[in-house]
């Protein structure tokens, strides 16, 4: 199944603002989130808006506002998002810091976009620990960040696993390891 | 830095679907939105309005639909 062409459009323009921004010596923010879980699965989920992880977010919004988006409206308090109305899709800064500092920065993954254009993309063995955090966060398992770090696991084919192991006791504080992934994919159905 | 070319990876995630016999658009849950802040969901309700006003249906799946049932 093809990525959505709203998903490319998107993709396209995210990463024009993020070439601007490192043309002007900045930083690329990094894509994270359900957006990132979107192009890992190869489109199996549809993702709202783009949540980035960027120390220089009053810049990369400067750069979105010149491609077309626009601040949404309502409450005052919308500071870290913004809206594109054509595409029907936002851009929100969620941290200033990838996993607040724990992720090696050297394993985000660079995604050409084109042959001038690419963005940033955490690694995916830190967004199988994001999710397996989010999933054992609660008395309850969450079954959506269960089944989502099963998939992002098996659909990635080759990962880092010493990595991966470390990550997710890090992100569960010891709760789980790579093991407890194993064991979920385990029992998870061919087919959710 | 691992660089990849979007193209590439769509046509390793459709090989490795292959390899994995997955089919369809069934086997990977819609996050359910349980911890959104209270920006996200202001966000995603002003992309719905934005949609509506375009005449259009906004591409996500509605926070409201299809929340997975929770595991012990």
Known sequence: MPFRPEFREALTLLATAVQRLQARGLEAPILVGGAAVELFTGGQVTSGDFDFVSASQDQFFAELLTLGFIRPQGPGWLTRSLLHPELGFGVQVVSGQLMDGRADRSRVRLLAIDDSRETRVIACEDLIADRMAQALATRQIREDMRNQAVRLYQLAGSLDDAYLDRRIRTETGDVASLETLREWLANEPRQA | ?72
């Open chain 2, 1 to 72: 830095m691992n660089r990849v070319r979007l193209e590439e990876l769509e046509k390793a995630l459709d090989r490795r679907k292959a390899e994995l016999g997955f089919s369809g658009g069934q086997y990977v849950l819609a996050n359910a939105g349980a911890n959104r802040t209270a920006e996200k969901r202001e966000l995603l309700e002003a992309i719905r309005e934005a949609a509506s006003r375009a005449g259009k249906t906004p591409a996500f799946i509605p926070e409201t639909a299809g929340m997975p049932k929770a595991k012990t």
